[in-house]
């Protein structure tokens, strides 16, 4: 297990009775690193490793001093950061609890939609200042209705998203994902489209894909310029999917934003998103936080029982389908 903080966040006493019956564990049970002595005399006789947040990378080095290692099984989202081509090319499963982590991410966009389309947290910002006249209503454009949304990305939380919407109701949901299966977009109510279809018609622009070098700015100027008045850019997937200056200009103008996540994060001080009434900014806490994060530790706890098991894991991650996730 990697990650002392975590392990007393994510492992209460259920969660390591769990693991007891299930693993043989050793001393240290729990790291933040991998270069002591104390932990490369533990990784020299480790089957499994169970991660989170902040494991450092599992590179060749780490791997020399785990001639053991068949599993890397992760308690949270992306494995982008600490597994890379040489645990695929050691043949190690790796699999991840991003299903889980894209539930409360799910549920978090899910109220920013709703609450967008009563402009309902730029009113509140408002009224701190317009205390004695609600004619400050008018500023955010029509109020209510029946808002389309654009959902970029028909990801873990994208699918969700739309799943969720379709029992809300009353909302017309566009999809913009290449790689999306059009059925599948149907099913979860709906329809798959082009950016450039989809943006002048978004009332609220909801990012869900992951950051890659194709992703970055993949919403610059241009994009921000082509929604229509009164929209809300809602963003809890990647900062670095927004061109920052563009979304600073756009946001002056009157474009209304709901951000988890920015680039850099956190933003620097001087940042103008700060100021502005239409634009609400959270520290990143879309994703699972306190006992939230228990559904990700059931996750791979599940996946160890089903390997100890010799099952087919649930949720793998191979060097091909990392490039497709975030």
Known sequence: MLGANWLRTQFGAAEL????????????????ELSS???????????VLITSWGCPPLDGDVLRHA?????????AGSVRGHVGRAVFDRGILVTTAADANAQPVARYTLAAILWAAKKAPFLAADARTHRDDWSYRQR????GGSPTVVLVGFSRVGRRVARLLQLVGDMKVLV?????????????????VTMAEALPRADVLSLHAPLRPATRHMIGGAELAALPPGATLINTARGGLVDSAALEQACRAGLHAVLDVTDPEPLPRSSVLYEL??????????????????AMTASALTELERYAAGLPPLAAVTAESLELQA
């Open 17 to 32: 009775a769990r693991l007891a019956a299930t693993a043989a564990l050793g001393d240290p049970m729990a790291t933040a």
């Open 277 to 294: 009434p239409n634009v609400v900014i959270t520290p990143h806490v879309a994703g699972s936080l306190g006992a939230e994060t228990r």
């Open 37 to 47: 002595s104390s932990v490369r005399a533990r990784l020299a006789v480790v089957e």
């Open 140 to 143: 955010h454009g029509e109020l």
């Open 67 to 75: 001639p053991r290692l068949r599993a890397v099984l992760h308690a």
């Open 176 to 192: 913009v994902d290449p790689f999306a299966d059009p059925a599948a977009v149907a099913t979860a109510g709906a329809e798959l």
